[in-house]
């Protein structure tokens, strides 16, 4: 991503966190980051179809470490796929590696957010106490949860309408390629895959993660920054 569109993106997010910022001026704040974030990546679709090798098709492994890696690991996902990506889930220890496929635009647009969001993640977990007598790591789990699918929903919105923006109809064709070329380059690395069994939670923080994915910041930040500063969750 370039720099200018990162500085961008990062005094939109300094606003955003300002603590003088009333709700609606941070959720505008934050809007208009998202709305950086996807029409970048319309922007580099549109440009490597004209010049593939600006942006190949490749792939990373994403560590994602206990506690709550299960639960990472299903944010990481909540992000890659609306951002035409798909991750591969494999047991590593007591956490996962994820391996990510994506056209290369994309695979650093989703590492960004996911740095950010881990981070807002763990911010949100620390302030959201389980009610009394609840279990407290299955609330953190459905807490999670929530939150990865709010998030998810957010980012799908705000992809769709940078296409929408960008409105010639050949934008849907190229991306619509490019998430063809990524379902094939998985299926050559991982010829026999198979989809996991959708996960049941007990606990009752669903609704308050998914409130606090609501108030996400989705514009990324800088990885280094925010990677140095990642926190682990708690226990």
């Known amino acids: 991503m370039s720099d200018a569109m990162l500085s961008k993106v990062r005094k939109l997010l300094a606003q955003a ?26 922007d580099r679709a549109l440009l490597a179809a004209r010049d593939p090798a600006s942006d190949p098709v490749g792939d990373r492994v994403v ?9 990472k690991a299903g944010l990481l996902a909540a992000v890659a796929d609306p951002l ?15 391996h990510l496929f ?6 650093e647009r ?7 969001l881990l981070v807002q993640a763990a911010h949100g977990l620390a302030g959201a106490e389980p009610p009394a007598g609840a279990h407290v790591a299955a609330f953190r789990r459905s ?5 990865a699918h709010v998030v998810g929903v957010r980012l799908r919105a705000a992809e769709d309408g940078a296409v929408a923006e960008a409105g010639a109809p050949s934008v849907a064709l190229v991306l619509a390629d490019r998430s063809d070329r990524v379902r094939h380059r998985v299926a050559e690395v991982y010829p026999q895959l198979r989809t996991a069994a959708p996960r049941r939670l007990a606990g009752g923080g669903y609704g308050r993660g998914a409130e606090a994915g609501r108030r996400a910041d989705l ?5 280094a920054t925010a990677r140095a500063a990642r926190p682990g969750l708690g226990r």
Do not use: Q
């Open 110 to 116: 989703v590492e960004l957010l996911f740095t950010s």
């Open 219 to 223: 514009g990324g930040r800088d990885a």
């Open 84 to 98: 035409r990506c798909r991750c591969v889930r494999r047991r590593e220890g007591t956490g996962f590696a994820m």
């Open 143 to 147: 807490w999670l949860a929530g939150f």
């Open 17 to 42: 966190e300002d603590p003088a910022c009333t709700p609606a001026e941070s959720a505008a704040f934050t809007a208009k980051a998202t709305e950086l974030i996807a029409r970048y990546g319309v």
């Open 102 to 107: 994506g056209f290369a635009s994309d695979l």
């Open 63 to 71: 560590e994602v470490v206990a506690p709550y890696a299960r639960d």
